[in-house]
């Protein structure tokens, strides 16, 4: 969209309106409606569980009746569905719109293999992960048979401070993020690093040794190994390993971050157009 126009007739008909791309006069009130949608639309996924109408208005700060509106015309378009209590959730026409555009994504391509390779080879949770709209989100991931297969989803998005992918954002590619991934970072367990100066020794340290850890420091119990991806030099993605602290301790965690990197250079091989050899045995 341009900036509001002037030159929509003398009559004023169009006075209150934006161009589009090809210069056509589109009513303010009409964009104005569609931002409301959205808001509602990334307030149901934020929610990560269903969220009746009084719910959805307050989060999306929009009066009752005009977020009862909207979810209405979203449902008839299967953008959201209701559930048995006529709360509303994401609806399986977002959900395959979203599902389509990381299946159009190269990184997601090029790592879906050496995901599933992965997972089978540990028997855990392998995830892909990048910045998208300056978050870190999932992009992919391949369940293991261990701890915590359902979470998180793809497409949610994680936090800088307490992850390992995080880690490693921090370490090559800060500057995608700004002001270390969030405003305020949250302390999700006494393990999580909220300060600079702890933020700047993890990205130190992963600089040095080309891969993160994150020993229970955004989800109790949780343990994760992860390497950067590169293409041309460049962090485009990171792989994690996901396990219980315990489960971790029993791999190892020199092994599963020998495997991470490995597998890492694999899926940066393939997205340069490199034949990159298979995991094959222990490493």
């Not at 719910?55 to 979810?71: E, N, T, Y």
């Not at 050496?114 to 855990?124: D, R, T």
């Not at 999932?138 to 995080?166: I, N």
Request: charged share 20%; with cysteine; net charge neutral.
């Amino acid at each position: 969209m341009s900036e509001q126009s002037s030159n929509f007739g003398a009559s004023g008909e169009y006075a209150n309106a934006v161009a589009d791309r090809d210069g056509a006069a589109v009513p303010i009130e009409a964009s104005s409606s569609l931002d409301k949608a959205i808001d509602i639309l990334l307030e149901l996924q934020r929610a990560g569980s269903p969220l009746g109408v009084t719910a959805a208005a307050r989060a999306a700060g929009l009066p009752k009746s005009s977020a009862h509106r909207l979810l209405q015309g979203l449902a008839r378009r299967g953008l959201v569905e209701q559930d048995a209590q006529g709360r509303y959730r994401p609806g399986f026409v977002l959900v395959a719109l979203g599902l389509g555009a990381l299946e159009t994504d190269p990184v997601v391509g090029a790592a879906r293999p050496v995901l599933e390779e992965e997972a089978a080879a540990l028997g855990e949770t392998v995830f892909l992960t990048a910045v998208r709209g300056g978050r870190i989100a999932v992009l992919a991931k391949t369940e293991g048979t261990g701890f915590l297969r359902a979470a998180p989803q793809v497409g949610s998005t994680v936090p800088t401070h307490a992850t390992a992918v995080g880690k490693l954002q921090l370490a090559f590619a800060p500057d995608e993020l700004g002001s270390m991934g969030e405003p305020v970072r949250e302390r999700f367990t006494a393990r999580t690093a909220t300060s600079a100066a702890e933020l700047e020794l993890a990205a130190a340290d992963a600089r040095r040794t080309g891969w993160a850890t994150n020993r229970e420091e955004w989800i109790p119990g949780l343990a994760v190994v992860a390497a950067p991806v590169f293409r041309s030099g460049r962090l485009v993605a990171a792989l994690a390993v996901a396990a219980s602290s315990a489960r971790l301790d029993e791999l190892g965690v020199e092994r599963v971050a020998r495997r991470a990197v490995a597998a890492a250079e694999r899926i940066g091989a393939r997205l340069a157009g490199e034949c990159a050899p298979s995991a094959g045995g222990d490493r």
